[in-house]
């Protein structure tokens, strides 16, 4: 069973249209995470949720906006896509339970923007 | 200043021998500290984790830990080819941080 699964694998899609990417984890954790990993494959965390609760909101546009209907489901949907979105988006989610935080991947979203 | 610091390489090593990989970070109140492997075209993939002082030996891996030098290594010993891969050091305290990675490249 995969413990972080995102869909879909690829996205190749046009300036100015939406995208939705979706996150489920079957691990229990209690945060799940988007990082965007850009061409020189810097891993950068753009959110964070705990328990449905948003509590990181790095410095990501308005047009990004996560949803979390339920702990186990972490969704990323993208309005008026840019060029410079292209990357690979990864979700992933971890026990958070003091200290720990140690994080399991999905195997990522490679966005395509032309 | 960036929050983790990493030489990017390629860290170039020949079979069997031992790679050392380096890692910096900025945040005093850091408690967690992780080493993940990320082949090419694949997700991030935890090898190793350590909290306290010290060393921390996993098989052919050995992760040390100084928090008043602030810093975290990785020991991989008898490189493989195998291990050719971009190693990623994070730091956590309530959200993990990624530094950019070393590439390291084991050549037979």
């Known amino acids: 069973d995969t413990a972080v699964s995102q869909t879909p694998k690829y996205l190749v899609t046009q300036m100015g249209n939406d995208k939705s990417i979706k996150c489920e984890q079957n691990l229990g954790h209690d945060t799940m995470y988007w990082y965007k990993q850009d061409s020189k494959k810097f891993l950068k965390i753009m959110f964070s949720y705990n328990n449905k609760e948003l509590i990181i909101n790095e410095t990501v546009p308005n047009r990004f906006s996560p949803k979390s209907p339920d702990k186990a489901h972490l969704n990323l949907h993208i309005n008026s896509l840019e060029l410079g979105d292209s990357a690979v988006y990864f979700c992933?989610?971890?026990?958070?339970?003091?200290?720990?935080?140690?994080?399991?991947f999905g195997q990522g979203t490679r966005l395509t923007v032309v | 200043q960036k929050e983790v610091e990493q030489n990017s390489g390629p860290l170039s090593v020949p079979e069997g021998a031992i790679a050392s990989l380096n890692c910096t970070y900025s945040?005093?109140?850091?408690?967690?500290f992780f080493w993940y492997r990320q082949y090419s075209g694949k997700s991030p993939e935890l090898i190793m984790s350590i909290y306290s002082n010290g060393d921390k030996e996993d098989g052919r891996f050995t992760a040390q830990l100084n928090k008043a030098s602030q810093y975290v290594s990785l020991l991989i010993r008898d490189s493989q080819p195998s291990d050719s891969a971009t190693y990623l050091c994070?730091?956590?305290?309530?959200?993990?941080?990624f530094g950019a990675g070393t590439r390291l490249a084991v050549h037979p």
């Open positions: 994070a730091v956590g305290y309530n959200k993990l941080i």
């Open positions: 945040d005093r109140v850091s408690q967690s």
């Open positions: 992933a989610s971890s026990q958070n339970r003091g200290r720990d935080t140690e994080a399991f």
